[in-house]
Protein backbone atom coordinates (compact mmCIF):
# COMPACT_ATOMS: atom_id res chain seq x y z
CA UNK A 1 0.00 0.00 0.00
CA UNK A 2 2.01 3.29 -1.09
CA UNK A 3 0.85 6.96 1.00
CA UNK A 4 -1.63 8.25 -1.64
CA UNK A 5 -3.66 6.07 -1.99
CA UNK A 6 -4.77 5.98 1.95
CA UNK A 7 -7.49 7.58 2.71
CA UNK A 8 -9.07 7.07 6.60
CA UNK A 9 -11.70 9.64 6.70
CA UNK A 10 -14.37 10.39 4.31
CA UNK A 11 -17.27 12.86 4.44
CA UNK A 12 -20.43 11.60 2.49
CA UNK A 13 -23.86 12.86 1.63
CA UNK A 14 -26.26 10.00 1.68
CA UNK A 15 -29.99 10.67 0.62
CA UNK A 16 -32.72 7.60 0.19
CA UNK A 17 -35.27 7.10 -2.41
CA UNK A 18 -38.94 8.51 -1.69
CA UNK A 19 -41.73 5.82 -1.41
CA UNK A 20 -43.97 5.91 -4.46
CA UNK A 21 -47.72 6.83 -4.40
CA UNK A 22 -50.22 4.63 -3.97
CA UNK A 23 -52.86 4.84 -6.62
CA UNK A 24 -56.44 5.67 -6.13
CA UNK A 25 -56.78 4.21 -9.79
CA UNK A 26 -61.01 2.93 -9.81
CA UNK A 27 -61.99 0.25 -12.26
CA UNK A 28 -64.08 1.16 -15.25
CA UNK A 29 -64.74 -1.62 -17.79
CA UNK A 30 -68.05 -1.56 -20.24
CA UNK A 31 -70.71 -3.44 -19.04
CA UNK A 32 -69.25 -3.72 -15.20
CA UNK A 33 -71.33 -1.24 -13.69
CA UNK A 34 -69.23 -0.74 -10.55
CA UNK A 35 -65.43 -2.22 -11.01
CA UNK A 36 -64.59 -0.30 -7.54
CA UNK A 37 -61.02 0.60 -6.51
CA UNK A 38 -58.47 -1.11 -7.64
CA UNK A 39 -55.15 1.18 -6.87
CA UNK A 40 -52.00 -0.68 -5.97
CA UNK A 41 -49.06 0.63 -3.35
CA UNK A 42 -46.55 2.72 -4.38
CA UNK A 43 -42.96 0.75 -3.78
CA UNK A 44 -40.54 1.52 -1.48
CA UNK A 45 -37.79 4.10 -1.42
CA UNK A 46 -34.32 2.37 -2.62
CA UNK A 47 -32.04 2.36 0.93
CA UNK A 48 -27.95 3.58 1.19
CA UNK A 49 -26.88 0.69 2.51
CA UNK A 50 -22.73 0.47 3.75
CA UNK A 51 -21.70 -3.02 3.62
CA UNK A 52 -18.55 -4.76 5.37
CA UNK A 53 -16.14 -6.40 2.75
CA UNK A 54 -12.96 -8.10 3.70
CA UNK A 55 -11.01 -7.32 0.70
CA UNK A 56 -11.30 -3.50 1.02
CA UNK A 57 -8.13 -1.73 3.51
CA UNK A 58 -9.07 1.64 2.62
CA UNK A 59 -11.89 4.26 2.39
CA UNK A 60 -9.71 5.32 -0.55
CA UNK A 61 -12.86 3.98 -3.28
CA UNK A 62 -14.72 6.93 -1.57
CA UNK A 63 -12.53 9.82 -1.63
CA UNK A 64 -14.05 11.63 -4.78
CA UNK A 65 -17.65 10.57 -3.64
CA UNK A 66 -19.55 13.09 -2.16
CA UNK A 67 -23.00 12.20 -3.03
CA UNK A 68 -25.16 8.92 -2.71
CA UNK A 69 -28.56 8.48 -3.73
CA UNK A 70 -30.91 5.53 -3.73
CA UNK A 71 -33.60 5.42 -6.03
CA UNK A 72 -37.45 6.63 -5.56
CA UNK A 73 -40.02 4.01 -5.49
CA UNK A 74 -42.78 3.94 -8.33
CA UNK A 75 -46.28 4.39 -8.07
CA UNK A 76 -49.04 2.14 -7.95
CA UNK A 77 -51.33 1.90 -10.63
CA UNK A 78 -54.48 -0.40 -11.74
CA UNK A 79 -55.42 -3.52 -11.13
CA UNK A 80 -53.63 -3.59 -8.10
CA UNK A 81 -50.42 -2.87 -9.22
CA UNK A 82 -47.71 -2.36 -6.73
CA UNK A 83 -44.65 0.00 -8.03
CA UNK A 84 -41.51 -1.57 -8.17
CA UNK A 85 -39.30 -1.02 -5.35
CA UNK A 86 -36.54 1.57 -5.83
CA UNK A 87 -32.87 0.79 -6.36
CA UNK A 88 -30.76 0.65 -3.36
CA UNK A 89 -27.35 1.76 -3.40
CA UNK A 90 -24.70 -0.31 -1.72
CA UNK A 91 -21.35 0.85 -0.86
CA UNK A 92 -18.57 -1.15 0.29
CA UNK A 93 -16.60 -0.36 3.31
CA UNK A 94 -13.59 -2.33 4.87
CA UNK A 95 -14.20 -3.58 8.20
CA UNK A 96 -13.28 -1.71 11.20
CA UNK A 97 -15.16 1.28 9.41
CA UNK A 98 -16.90 3.50 12.61
CA UNK A 99 -19.82 5.40 10.78
CA UNK A 100 -21.28 8.55 12.59
CA UNK A 101 -23.18 11.65 12.01
CA UNK A 102 -21.45 14.18 10.39
CA UNK A 103 -23.97 16.99 12.52
CA UNK A 104 -23.88 15.23 16.43
CA UNK A 105 -20.67 13.35 15.73
CA UNK A 106 -22.59 10.22 17.11
CA UNK A 107 -21.10 6.74 16.18
CA UNK A 108 -24.14 5.70 14.36
CA UNK A 109 -22.29 2.09 14.11
CA UNK A 110 -19.25 0.17 13.23
CA UNK A 111 -18.30 -2.46 10.40
CA UNK A 112 -16.49 -5.50 11.83
CA UNK A 113 -17.78 -8.17 9.57
CA UNK A 114 -17.47 -9.16 6.14
CA UNK A 115 -21.02 -8.93 4.24
CA UNK A 116 -22.40 -6.90 7.13
CA UNK A 117 -25.09 -4.54 6.21
CA UNK A 118 -25.81 -1.12 7.69
CA UNK A 119 -28.67 0.85 6.31
CA UNK A 120 -27.74 4.32 6.90
CA UNK A 121 -30.70 6.16 5.26
CA UNK A 122 -33.74 4.35 4.95
CA UNK A 123 -35.77 4.60 2.26
CA UNK A 124 -39.66 5.77 2.06
CA UNK A 125 -42.42 3.29 2.39
CA UNK A 126 -45.13 3.47 0.13
CA UNK A 127 -48.14 4.78 0.07
CA UNK A 128 -51.10 2.46 -0.10
CA UNK A 129 -53.09 2.22 -2.52
CA UNK A 130 -57.30 3.37 -2.61
CA UNK A 131 -58.59 -0.63 -2.39
CA UNK A 132 -57.47 -1.21 1.01
CA UNK A 133 -59.54 1.81 2.16
CA UNK A 134 -62.86 0.34 0.91
CA UNK A 135 -65.28 -0.34 3.57
CA UNK A 136 -68.94 -0.90 3.85
CA UNK A 137 -69.74 2.74 4.05
CA UNK A 138 -67.26 3.80 1.37
CA UNK A 139 -66.81 1.55 -1.38
CA UNK A 140 -65.48 3.88 -4.26
CA UNK A 141 -62.39 5.73 -1.94
CA UNK A 142 -60.99 8.19 -4.01
CA UNK A 143 -58.07 8.30 -1.71
CA UNK A 144 -54.94 6.58 -1.53
CA UNK A 145 -51.96 7.58 0.65
CA UNK A 146 -48.64 9.66 -0.85
CA UNK A 147 -45.58 7.85 -0.36
CA UNK A 148 -42.99 8.76 2.47
CA UNK A 149 -40.18 10.82 1.39
CA UNK A 150 -36.75 9.65 1.54
CA UNK A 151 -34.29 10.68 4.23
CA UNK A 152 -31.08 12.53 4.02
CA UNK A 153 -28.21 13.35 6.48
CA UNK A 154 -23.98 13.53 5.81
CA UNK A 155 -22.12 10.59 7.06
CA UNK A 156 -18.45 10.80 8.05
CA UNK A 157 -17.10 7.31 7.65
CA UNK A 158 -14.04 6.70 9.69
CA UNK A 159 -11.00 3.55 9.67
CA UNK A 160 -10.00 1.99 12.44
CA UNK A 161 -7.08 -0.96 11.06
CA UNK A 162 -7.65 -4.31 12.05
CA UNK A 163 -4.32 -4.74 11.70
CA UNK A 164 -3.12 -7.93 14.22
CA UNK A 165 0.41 -6.56 15.18
CA UNK A 166 0.79 -2.25 15.22
CA UNK A 167 4.00 -0.95 15.12
CA UNK A 168 4.79 1.77 17.59
CA UNK A 169 8.17 4.09 17.54
CA UNK A 170 9.56 7.52 17.64
CA UNK A 171 9.94 9.15 14.23
CA UNK A 172 13.33 7.34 12.56
CA UNK A 173 12.90 4.25 14.98
CA UNK A 174 13.09 2.28 11.55
CA UNK A 175 9.48 0.94 11.45
CA UNK A 176 8.89 1.57 7.38
CA UNK A 177 11.81 -0.18 6.82
CA UNK A 178 11.07 -2.93 9.11
CA UNK A 179 7.49 -3.22 7.77
CA UNK A 180 9.62 -3.43 3.64
CA UNK A 181 11.59 -6.52 4.78
CA UNK A 182 8.87 -8.57 6.70
CA UNK A 183 6.28 -7.92 4.45
CA UNK A 184 5.89 -7.40 0.46
CA UNK A 185 4.78 -3.18 1.32
CA UNK A 186 6.80 -0.57 -0.20
CA UNK A 187 6.60 2.31 2.25
CA UNK A 188 8.88 5.39 1.78
CA UNK A 189 11.80 4.75 4.16
CA UNK A 190 14.80 8.31 4.60
CA UNK A 191 16.56 9.36 7.26
CA UNK A 192 14.87 11.98 8.62
CA UNK A 193 11.96 12.24 11.27
CA UNK A 194 8.34 11.66 9.90
CA UNK A 195 9.00 9.95 6.62
CA UNK A 196 5.64 8.25 7.42
CA UNK A 197 2.59 10.84 7.42
CA UNK A 198 0.38 8.02 6.60
CA UNK A 199 -0.48 4.52 7.88
CA UNK A 200 1.12 1.72 5.47
CA UNK A 201 -0.25 -2.07 6.23
CA UNK A 202 1.64 -5.32 5.14
CA UNK A 203 0.88 -8.45 5.30
CA UNK A 204 3.87 -11.22 6.91
CA UNK A 205 3.36 -14.25 4.47
CA UNK A 206 4.73 -16.92 6.55
CA UNK A 207 6.26 -20.26 6.78
CA UNK A 208 3.57 -23.28 6.52
CA UNK A 209 0.87 -20.11 4.85
CA UNK A 210 0.57 -18.72 7.74
CA UNK A 211 -0.43 -14.63 7.51
CA UNK A 212 -0.59 -11.95 9.73
CA UNK A 213 -1.30 -7.52 9.28
CA UNK A 214 1.57 -5.37 10.52
CA UNK A 215 0.84 -1.67 10.46
CA UNK A 216 2.87 0.84 10.20
CA UNK A 217 2.09 4.54 11.84
CA UNK A 218 3.67 7.40 11.61
CA UNK A 219 6.06 8.14 14.71
CA UNK A 220 4.79 9.18 17.74
CA UNK A 221 6.96 11.58 20.20
CA UNK A 222 6.31 13.24 23.61
CA UNK A 223 3.60 15.04 23.88
CA UNK A 224 1.45 13.09 21.09
CA UNK A 225 -1.50 12.34 22.81
CA UNK A 226 -2.02 16.15 23.71
CA UNK A 227 -1.61 16.31 19.58
CA UNK A 228 1.90 16.94 19.33
CA UNK A 229 3.79 15.80 15.63
CA UNK A 230 0.98 14.05 13.64
CA UNK A 231 1.28 10.48 15.05
CA UNK A 232 -1.40 11.08 17.37
CA UNK A 233 -4.32 11.51 14.35
CA UNK A 234 -3.37 7.63 13.71
CA UNK A 235 -2.97 6.17 17.12
CA UNK A 236 -6.63 4.77 16.84
CA UNK A 237 -5.52 2.89 14.06
CA UNK A 238 -3.60 1.19 16.63
CA UNK A 239 -6.32 0.73 19.07
CA UNK A 240 -7.37 -2.67 17.39
CA UNK A 241 -4.19 -4.40 17.28
CA UNK A 242 -4.06 -7.39 19.82
CA UNK A 243 0.02 -6.80 19.84
CA UNK A 244 1.44 -3.74 19.77
CA UNK A 245 5.28 -4.02 18.82
CA UNK A 246 7.81 -1.36 20.36
CA UNK A 247 10.28 -0.27 17.99
CA UNK A 248 13.79 1.32 19.83
CA UNK A 249 16.77 1.78 17.83
CA UNK A 250 19.60 0.68 19.26
CA UNK A 251 21.26 3.96 19.19
CA UNK A 252 18.72 5.53 21.60
CA UNK A 253 20.63 7.45 24.40
CA UNK A 254 18.18 5.59 27.12
CA UNK A 255 16.11 2.80 25.93
CA UNK A 256 14.55 2.28 28.60
CA UNK A 257 13.30 6.03 28.92
CA UNK A 258 12.01 5.78 25.29
CA UNK A 259 9.77 2.82 25.76
CA UNK A 260 8.30 4.47 28.62
CA UNK A 261 7.21 7.63 27.49
CA UNK A 262 5.78 5.71 24.64
CA UNK A 263 4.45 3.59 26.79
CA UNK A 264 3.07 6.94 28.43
CA UNK A 265 1.64 8.54 25.35
CA UNK A 266 -0.41 5.17 24.63
CA UNK A 267 -1.64 5.37 27.96
CA UNK A 268 -2.69 9.41 28.06
CA UNK A 269 -4.45 8.13 24.33
CA UNK A 270 -6.14 5.29 25.94
CA UNK A 271 -5.47 3.50 29.12
CA UNK A 272 -6.51 0.40 27.31
CA UNK A 273 -3.57 0.73 24.89
CA UNK A 274 -1.85 -0.90 27.53
CA UNK A 275 -3.60 -3.93 28.46
CA UNK A 276 -2.52 -5.27 24.96
CA UNK A 277 -0.05 -8.02 24.32
CA UNK A 278 3.92 -5.87 24.02
CA UNK A 279 7.37 -6.99 22.06
CA UNK A 280 10.03 -4.41 22.08
CA UNK A 281 12.28 -5.01 19.17
CA UNK A 282 15.75 -3.32 19.97
CA UNK A 283 16.27 -1.68 16.04
CA UNK A 284 19.52 -1.03 14.08
CA UNK A 285 21.03 -3.56 15.97
CA UNK A 286 23.55 -4.20 12.92
CA UNK A 287 25.25 -1.13 15.03
CA UNK A 288 26.38 -2.79 18.20
CA UNK A 289 29.28 -5.09 18.37
CA UNK A 290 28.96 -7.87 20.80
CA UNK A 291 30.37 -6.22 23.54
CA UNK A 292 27.72 -3.51 23.50
CA UNK A 293 25.12 -5.56 23.15
CA UNK A 294 26.05 -7.57 26.77
CA UNK A 295 25.78 -4.16 27.95
CA UNK A 296 22.61 -3.40 26.97
CA UNK A 297 21.08 -6.62 27.87
CA UNK A 298 22.74 -6.13 31.59
CA UNK A 299 20.66 -2.91 32.00
CA UNK A 300 17.42 -3.81 30.00
CA UNK A 301 17.05 -7.70 32.00
CA UNK A 302 13.79 -7.61 34.14
CA UNK A 303 13.85 -4.11 34.06
CA UNK A 304 11.41 -3.53 30.95
CA UNK A 305 8.23 -6.00 31.89
CA UNK A 306 8.21 -6.87 28.70
CA UNK A 307 10.32 -9.22 26.21
CA UNK A 308 12.47 -7.56 24.20
CA UNK A 309 14.93 -8.96 20.92
CA UNK A 310 17.41 -7.41 19.19
CA UNK A 311 17.02 -6.76 15.39
CA UNK A 312 18.38 -5.44 12.54
CA UNK A 313 16.55 -5.00 8.84
CA UNK A 314 19.60 -3.85 6.96
CA UNK A 315 21.37 -7.01 8.22
CA UNK A 316 18.55 -9.03 8.31
CA UNK A 317 19.31 -10.42 11.75
CA UNK A 318 16.53 -11.77 14.25
CA UNK A 319 13.63 -11.37 11.39
CA UNK A 320 12.67 -14.97 11.70
CA UNK A 321 12.96 -15.07 15.34
CA UNK A 322 10.59 -11.77 15.92
CA UNK A 323 8.12 -12.84 13.23
CA UNK A 324 7.72 -16.35 15.53
CA UNK A 325 7.54 -14.42 18.54
CA UNK A 326 4.77 -11.98 16.96
CA UNK A 327 3.13 -15.40 16.04
CA UNK A 328 3.20 -16.88 19.11
CA UNK A 329 2.02 -13.92 20.85
CA UNK A 330 -1.05 -13.74 18.48
CA UNK A 331 -1.89 -16.96 18.72
CA UNK A 332 -1.83 -17.93 22.26
CA UNK A 333 -4.63 -19.61 23.80
CA UNK A 334 -6.39 -17.05 25.60
CA UNK A 335 -7.53 -18.01 28.91
N1 LIG B 1 21.76 0.68 10.39
C1 LIG B 1 20.47 0.49 10.23
N2 LIG B 1 19.71 1.52 9.82
C2 LIG B 1 18.37 1.32 9.68
C3 LIG B 1 17.77 0.06 9.97
N3 LIG B 1 16.46 0.16 9.79
C4 LIG B 1 16.23 1.44 9.38
N4 LIG B 1 17.39 2.14 9.32
C5 LIG B 1 17.53 3.53 8.89
O1 LIG B 1 16.82 4.41 9.77
C6 LIG B 1 16.27 5.50 9.05
C7 LIG B 1 14.80 5.63 9.35
O2 LIG B 1 14.11 4.52 8.86
P1 LIG B 1 12.52 4.49 8.63
O3 LIG B 1 12.17 3.07 8.38
O4 LIG B 1 12.14 5.49 7.61
O5 LIG B 1 12.02 4.96 10.06
P2 LIG B 1 10.52 5.19 10.57
O6 LIG B 1 10.45 4.68 11.95
O7 LIG B 1 9.57 4.61 9.60
O8 LIG B 1 10.46 6.77 10.58
P3 LIG B 1 9.19 7.76 10.45
O9 LIG B 1 8.40 7.30 9.29
O10 LIG B 1 9.80 9.08 10.26
O11 LIG B 1 8.45 7.64 11.75
C8 LIG B 1 16.56 5.25 7.58
O12 LIG B 1 17.67 6.00 7.20
C9 LIG B 1 16.87 3.76 7.54
O13 LIG B 1 17.74 3.42 6.49
C10 LIG B 1 18.63 -1.02 10.40
O14 LIG B 1 18.22 -2.15 10.65
N5 LIG B 1 19.96 -0.72 10.52
MG1 LIG C 1 8.21 5.49 8.51
Known amino acids: ?????????????????????????LHREKYVAKGGPDGGDGGRGGHVILRGNKNLWTLFHLK???????????????????????????????????????????????????GQEIVVAEGGKGGLGNWHFKSSTN??????????????HDV?????????????????????????????????????????????????????????????????????????????????????????????????????????ILLDELRRYNPEMLDKDRLIAISKSDMLDSELKAEIKKELDGSLGAPYIFISSVAQQGLTELKDKLWEMLNKETV
Do not use: W
Open 1 to 25: MTEGNFVDYVKIHVSSGNGGKGSAH
Open 64 to 114: FKRHVKAGHGEHGSKQRSTGADGQDEIIDVPLGTVIRDTETQEVLHEITED
Open 139 to 152: QTPRYAQPGIPGEE
Open 156 to 260: TLELKILADVGLVGFPNAGKSTLLSVITAAKPKIADYEFTTLKPNLGIVEYRDFKTFVVADIPGIIEGAAEGKGIGHRFLRHIERNSTLLFLIPADAKDIKKQYE
